[in-house]
């Protein structure tokens, strides 16, 4: 049973345009929400990350936002650039489970001059 | 500083023999998670140590995966009589502390697993 449900499996973004990737989620316990970036043959590295207190968090390019209401969270990143292509994680935790992440199955971006 | 480092790299094994795989966490992270990524899957939890315990096993798909750590630094996981279907690459990850549940888990670069 996937924990965290992640759209679309692929992205096509052309240079400079604004690449969005959506995650959901059902349980409410969820308190931690983080994104992961990957590049072929690396492990993954934490890109951005927010709690449900807040709607809203941008760093540089990247922006998440929350909807606590709709179980949702997105990850925006504006001004698209190639170097940007990789491999995208949203990823939840809770507390009870010991920092124990729940992976969505990642979105594999690819920005085109 | 140095980061999560996992070895080998790549294992090639023939099916049904023993595989173990090593992770040396950031120094001082007491925290320790195993996942499991396959093609298409996303990262599968595996299990998580704190400190030398390991309060999660929830994620080891069978009996013939087991995973220990000692003192409180390296960690081997290791996978009896694999399978194909074990094939995969195996991510390992520390975190400096459970105090504050925003710590990063900071991943090496894995180890990519292939039963023949």
């Known amino acids: 049973q996937q924990q965290v449900k992640q759209s679309p499996q692929s992205l096509i973004v052309q240079k400079g345009g604004i690449s969005i990737i959506n995650c959901a989620y059902e349980n409410t316990a969820f308190d931690y929400f983080p994104w992961y970036q990957q590049f072929p043959g690396k492990g993954p590295a934490l890109l951005i990350a927010?709690?449900?207190?807040?709607s809203e968090k941008k760093e540089g390019r990247f922006t998440i936002s929350f909807n606590k209401s709709a179980k949702q969270f997105s990850l925006h990143i504006m001004d698209s650039q190639p170097g940007d292509s990789a491999t995208y994680f949203c990823a939840a935790s809770r507390g009870s489970t010991l920092g124990r992440l729940y992976f969505g199955r990642g979105t594999q971006l690819t920005v085109w001059p | 500083g140095a980061g999560v480092s996992q070895s080998p790299s790549n294992k090639v094994t023939e099916k049904g023999k023993d595989v173990e795989l090593r992770c040396d966490p950031i120094s001082g992270h007491t925290a320790l998670y195993w996942y499991r990524q396959s093609l298409g899957q996303g990262l599968e939890f595996l299990i998580y140590f704190q400190g030398n315990s390991a309060p999660d096993k929830s994620g080891l798909p069978s009996d013939r995966f087991s995973a220990e750590r000692t003192g409180g630094s390296v960690s081997t996981l290791t996978i009896q009589r694999t399978q194909q279907e074990d094939s995969a690459v195996y991510l390992c990850?520390?975190?400096?502390?459970?105090?504050?549940?925003?710590?990063?888990?900071?991943f090496g670069p894995g180890t990519r697993l292939l039963v023949l």
């Open positions: 990850a520390s975190s400096p502390s459970l105090v504050d549940r925003g710590k990063t888990q900071y």
């Open positions: 927010i709690r449900p207190d807040v």
